[in-house]
């Protein structure tokens, strides 16, 4: 399967930046791009996370709460957005015109991607070790991992978000990081013109 743009993630940053990619859909640079999400969630640390300080949501949100309606938000109201379940991605290589994704299930093909993956060893995806570095704003003693990126972006057509982009652990700044390079995305598809996203009353 073919797409325009394919995140790998199913935390914050990779859902926030599907819904900010998915809400593009009436723009004429947007509205015939093929979107999917490789929306692999065991591993996220919104397991078990406890969110009283994150603006809009209600305290006391729990984040494996926030992991069922982000997905059912995001097959609601933008459901043209590819939610590919139940695969592990093993491999992400550089091809001609984009990349190539092999899961355990399946192996997809995408003219971008985004890496949204949690910033946890071992890191195991075939393709990326050589952009593998210390994480610049974790505790030392976690022995974290972030991918080499400017302003998210590791090389042409290759992003990452979230705290694989070394961002700190933080609700806000993870969706944050999600939506910038989500933007920056559509920037790309707007001739560069700089773009956002909001829906109107």
């Known amino acids: 399967m073919n797409f ?3 995140i790998i993630g199913g935390g914050v940053s990779a859902m ?15 509205k015939d791009k093929n979107i999917g999400i490789i929306i692999h969630q065991r ?8 969110f009283n300080n994150v603006l809009g949501l209600p305290p006391k949100t729990l984040g ?5 309606t982000g997905k059912k938000q995001l097959s609601t109201l933008y459901p043209h957005v590819q939610q590919i379940e139940n695969e592990k991605v093993l491999s992400v290589l550089n091809i001609k015109n984009g990349y190539q994704i092999k899961t355990n299930n399946a192996t997809y093909f995408s003219k971008i991607v985004i890496l949204a993956l949690n910033y946890s060893k071992p890191f195991t995806i075939e393709g990326l070790a050589t952009f593998i570095e210390p994480h610049s704003s974790a505790n030392p003693s976690k022995d974290r991992i972030q991918l080499k990126n400017t302003n998210h972006l590791i090389k042409d057509g290759l992003y990452c978000c979230g705290t694989i982009a070394g961002c700190r652990s933080q609700f806000a700044i993870a969706a944050g990081s999600g939506a910038s390079v989500a933007t920056d995305i559509l920037t790309i598809w707007n001739n560069n013109i700089p773009t956002k996203i909001h829906d109107k009353v």
């Not at 926030?16 to 859909?25: E, I, N, R, Y």
């Not at 494996?64 to 069922?68: A, F, M, N, S, V």
């Open 43 to 50: 591993a996220s640390h919104l397991q078990d996370a406890l």
């Open 64 to 68: 494996k709460d926030i992991l069922i």
């Open 4 to 6: 325009d743009v394919l």
């Open 16 to 30: 926030q930046c599907a819904l900010v990619l998915g809400s593009a859909k009436n723009k004429t640079f947007a």
